[in-house]
């Protein structure tokens, strides 16, 4: 069975009404991420964080899966899908993925400040102060903020060198080690890139390019890889 790997970010979850972080209404051009995703901010105002990420939990909360999600579920007739995605929803799980790698963490988890081996579930929109760990720590969000390590980067970069097609959905490809992993895809495959603005891909190898939005983009690939 050929292994397709799709690579997403903020872009394949827009059209389920979750805010991207660079386009004009994006996160990044209404905050700064210093103050809100980074470990000096949780040092600086723990609380300040934890709201950001809880008015963020509370929208996915209310929001689906959409279109692009659920495209991708049908690849999976076929092939064998890996997603590694950017995005902290758990979109593309309740669309029914069966195989998500989140490198920057996951928005309905909460880990220990101790010992990050103690990862909990929320099934509450909300994590306070005063939310402890077993071990009597103060829980934090469950993702990677900015300047932190990427913990699952390397099998991340395994995953892409064996991948027969690569596609990547929705994102800017301006976050490393993530925009990096297309370059572990071997030069000789078929890889896609779907997004509205494509403007951000250069120099790759047998790169084509969809101009539109996932929710469109992405079924119609679909459609033409189930029938190839
Ligand atoms: N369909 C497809 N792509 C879209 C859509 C859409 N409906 N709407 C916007 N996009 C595209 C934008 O054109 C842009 O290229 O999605 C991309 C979103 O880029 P970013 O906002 O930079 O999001 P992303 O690439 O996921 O950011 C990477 O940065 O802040 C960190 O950890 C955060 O995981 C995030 C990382």
Not at 106 to 134: N, Q
Not at 172 to 181: D, K, R, T
Not at 207 to 227: H, M, N
Request: charged residues 25%.
């Amino acid at each position: 069975m050929e292994r397709i790997v799709v690579l997403t970010g903020a872009g394949i979850s827009a059209e389920s009404g979750l805010q991207t972080f660079r386009d004009s209404d994006g996160l990044w051009n209404k905050y700064r991420f210093e103050d809100l995703a980074s470990p000096q901010a949780w040092a600086r105002d723990p609380e300040l964080v934890l709201d950001f990420y809880n008015m963020r939990r509370k929208k996915l909360f209310e929001v689906e899966p959409n279109a692009a999600h659920y495209a991708i579920v049908k690849l999976e007739e076929k092939y064998d899908v890996q997603i590694i995605t950017q995005n902290v929803d758990d979109l593309h799980e309740r669309a029914g993925s069966s195989r998500v790698l989140h490198l920057h963490g996951e928005l309905k988890k909460a880990r220990s400040t101790v010992d990050e081996t103690l990862v909990y579930e929320l099934d509450s929109w909300e994590l306070k102060m005063g939310d402890k760990c077993e071990k009597g720590s103060q829980l934090r969000p469950h993702i990677v903020w900015f300047g932190e390590m990427v913990p699952m980067i390397e099998p991340a970069a395994q995953i892409s060198s064996t991948a027969d097609i690569f596609i990547v959905v929705g994102t800017s490809m301006v976050v490393y080690p993530a925009a990096g992993l297309i370059g572990y895809a071997g030069n000789e495959i078929p890889k896609y890139y779907i997004d509205p603005k494509a403007s951000h891909v250069g120099g790759i190898s047998n790169l084509t390019v969809i101009t539109k939005k996932a929710g469109e983009g992405v079924p119609e690939l679909v459609k033409k890889l189930l029938s190839d």
